[in-house]
């Protein structure tokens, strides 16, 4: 590409950032990186009634904590900055009053009375919905001047023209076209003199040199109204890549208004960071090779638009899970305890057991983290347990034949001082050949009795390593006890 790229992400600090959000910013990395060039951070707080304390800090935390760089931000600074829309009220008057002058905007004095009454009017369009009907684009230069020196409350509309059509070209879904007379004359700046996101979006894009406009799909008959702004200011157009949805099901987007996934729910549910991000990035895009576990490096290197999706994605938990469960695998140990441990501190085990064998167990067993409490509580909440849990069919094996093996194991585990894995596996397995039953017997016998439970991480001799000698001593009495 002969122009440097340049593009952004431009959220609304309306709450948590749910997995389309951070797409979108990854989606414009990603082009950003793969073609030289550099991505940036716009935060668009113009509309303050849905304006959420905290909700900056939570958008500069989820990119940095994603692994997703910007070059500039309201945080970083930059040469086209202020990059918070608020900070930049000024400049949008400033450019309003251009578009007047040209006549592609103009002052608009209706009350909300008037507005109202509309409804009751045949202004509509093909869907029904009442649009404004052009009534102060007729006052005369001086009605205007009059009311502005008496203080009338106004807004600016943009005059869309009454015939012809908008058409340009879109990265994903081709050449689009959208009638004039299905679009409203839209309010730019507000009557509290905050600019509107349809207006504030393409005064920045320009003044910040974006000229790759990555978002999502329900702008795309839109984008004909931007297009007109830019022409009337002699603005060369951005290219634009629209992206389709992610849908929570066939018919529901994911929406932070209806309590979706969010990348700080899913961390703290523990899913694997590089997991959620992979994952994420597979939402509406493939890669050549069909790759589905990538690095961020990788993501860059293979990322392209032809492989961007023009139909939604729908959201499938079961495949993050699996991908979150591929990134613990290739985990070293080291690196397992040190994510794992939050998790095991939940737990009632924590702090009772080997931490360092507690993770060594989990490691093979785990897909996500916040599933490891529930794992181990088990070790903790030993009792009275069902006898059928004896019964395995494979096994051949029943609360009958524990009667029978159980007593005289625990009398070989008393002499016993080598509790690791290696050594008690190798010496239940002579026990099980010199008593003349099947190894699966013993094993499968002496796990029930030490641990009361059907699935534990781990077998019968990891088990009796982690519980240690004194209570697998104990264990085993009880459970015999509970035999007889």
């Known amino acids: 590409m002969s122009e440097k790229v340049r593009t952004r992400f431009a959220p609304s600090p309306t709450g948590y950032m749910h997995i389309g959000n951070l797409r979108s910013a990854l989606y414009g990395y990603l082009f950003a990186k793969k073609n030289g060039g550099e991505f ?60 007047i002058e040209t006549g592609a905007a103009y002052y608009c004095f209706c009350t909300p009375e008037r507005l109202a009454s509309m409804k009751d009017t045949s202004v509509q369009d093909a869907n029904g919905v009442t649009r404004y009907d052009k009534h102060c684009l007729s006052l005369s230069k001086e009605e205007v001047e009059e009311k502005l020196k008496a203080g009338v409350p106004f807004v600016i509309r943009q005059n869309i023209p009454a015939e012809g059509k908008g058409t340009y070209h879109d990265m994903v879904f081709g050449e689009v076209t959208v009638d004039y007379k299905d679009m409203e004359d839209g309010i730019l700046i507000k009557s509290d003199g905050m600019p509107t996101y349809n207006f504030a979006n393409v005064v920045d894009d320009h003044l910040m040199h974006i000229n790759y406009v990555i978002r999502g799909v329900e702008y795309l008959s839109s984008t004909p109204k931007y297009n007109l702004m830019y022409d009337a200011f002699g603005w060369e157009r951005p290219h634009y890549m629209h992206l ?58 293979k990322f392209s638009v032809d492989g961007l999706s023009k139909s939604p994605s729908i959201y499938d938990e079961a495949k993050l899970r699996w991908l979150s469960g591929e990134y613990v695998k290739e985990m070293s140990e080291e690196e397992f305890l040190k994510r794992a441990e939050p998790f095991i501190a939940k737990s009632k085990a924590y702090g009772k057991y080997d931490v360092k064998l507690l993770a060594k167990l989990l490691q093979p067993r785990t897909e996500v983290l916040g599933d490891i409490p529930a794992k181990i509580d088990f070790l903790e909440e030993y009792g009275a347990f069902d006898l059928a849990l004896y019964d395995n069919k494979k096994q051949k094996c029943s609360a009958e034949v524990a009667k029978n093996i159980l007593p005289a194991l625990l009398d070989e585990m008393r002499g016993w001082e080598d509790y690791s894995n290696a050594a008690l596996y190798e010496k239940l397995v002579a026990f099980a050949a010199e008593r003349g039953v099947k190894n699966g017997q013993v094993l499968w ?40």
């Open 40 to 99: 940036i951070l716009r935060i668009e707080d113009t509309d303050q009634g849905r304006y959420v304390d905290g909700a900056v800090q939570i958008i500069y935390d989820t990119l940095r904590d994603a692994g997703i760089e910007y070059t500039e931000g309201p945080d970083k600074g930059g040469p086209y900055g202020p990059y918070m829309q608020s900070q930049r009220k000024e400049i949008y008057m400033e450019y309003a009053k251009k578009l």
């Open 244 to 301: 389709s949805p992610v849908m929570k099901d066939a018919q529901h987007k994911l929406s932070k208004r209806n309590g979706d996934a969010s990348y700080e729910d899913l961390v703290q549910k523990g899913y694997i960071k590089e997991a959620i991000l992979n994952y994420i990035a597979l939402l509406g895009w493939a890669p050549k090779d069909n790759s589905e576990k990538m690095t961020l490096a990788e993501m860059i290197d």
């Open 445 to 484: 016998c002496l796990r029930i009795a030490l641990t009361g439970t059907a699935v534990t991480p781990g077998g019968a001799s990891e088990m009796a390593e982690l519980l240690g000698k004194e209570r697998c001593i104990d264990r085993l009495g009880r459970a015999i006890a509970n035999l007889r």
